[in-house]
Structure formats: structure tokens, C-alpha cells
């Protein structure tokens, strides 16, 4: 049994089958679906879990190269948020992007995480190291 770090089967099952520069999105709880795609859902009810909950429960055992973000989240999101996520995605060079081409890179990813959040354009795009 485990007995720390990520104990979701699902996710990781899915953390366990990204390589080198594979990508892996961890989604609002409004994000798209793309029934090729396998999608493990957390979410439970608004805002619980966040988007940064995922991403901090992962970091530590997951080495990510670089994120990809919706350019409209920096306007969208309480200015509380846009530091918040600065702060969970330190070190992590960040590009921005429409939220349309953003969307277009969604299909090579592995996987998605579906969370509960309800932060605007607050959908991440992780790839690994």
C-alpha cells in the first residue's frame, strides 16, 4: 500500500506514462472534453481540487521542463490567482498563448486531469524534462 506521494491509482497510472517531453494538462473544472484523450477526474465540487493543488501534489515527482498557459488568463484571473500560480510554477519557464492555440496542443497530450476549479483560464499544460 502506499503510503505517500500521490495515491490516486489513475493518476498514477497516467504520471507513470509520460516520458521525455510528453505533455500532461491539469484542467478547470469547465475545460473541454476530447473523448480520445484518457481524462482522470478529480473534481469533487467548485474548487475543490484547484489546479494548483495538482500541480504542487505532482512537482515533487514529476520533472517539468516547461508550462504552457492561456494568454487571457492574466486578464481573466483575480490578480491573487495570476501570483499564486507565479508562485506554484516557480522555476518553470512559462509560455503564453492564445487560448486557441492552446487548445490546439491539447490533443498529443497523455492525459488530463480535471479538477474543480473554477478560475478563469486557469488550465495548464505541463511538459516534461
Given amino acids: ?3 505517500n506521494g500521490i495515491l490516486n491509482p489513475a493518476i498514477n ?6 516520458r521525455h517531453t510528453n505533455t500532461l494538462v491539469i484542467a ?3 475545460f ?9 477526474d478529480i473534481s469533487l465540487v467548485d474548487d ?13 515527482n514529476f520533472s517539468i521542463g516547461r508550462a504552457f498557459m492561456a494568454e ?6 483575480a490578480p ?4 499564486a500560480y507565479g508562485r506554484g510554477l516557480e522555476g518553470i519557464p512559462v509560455l503564453y498563448e492564445t487560448h486557441d492555440e492552446f ?16 478560475t478563469p483560464y486557469a488550465n495548464l499544460i505541463l511538459e516534461s524534462a
Wanted: no cysteine; charged share 25%; glycine share 4%.
Fill in 72 to 77: 487571457e488568463f492574466q486578464a481573466a484571473a
Fill in 32 to 40: 473541454p472534453y476530447w473523448p480520445e484523450i484518457e481524462t482522470v
Fill in 1 to 3: 500500500m502506499l503510503i
Fill in 13 to 18: 497510472s497516467l504520471l507513470s506514462r509520460i
Fill in 80 to 83: 491573487q490567482a495570476v501570483l
Fill in 103 to 118: 487548445k490546439r496542443r491539447v490533443p498529443s497530450a497523455i492525459g488530463i486531469i480535471r479538477t474543480g476549479d473554477t
Fill in 48 to 60: 475543490i481540487p484547484r489546479v494548483l493543488d495538482v500541480l504542487s501534489a505532482i512537482r515533487s
Fill in 28 to 30: 478547470d473544472r469547465g
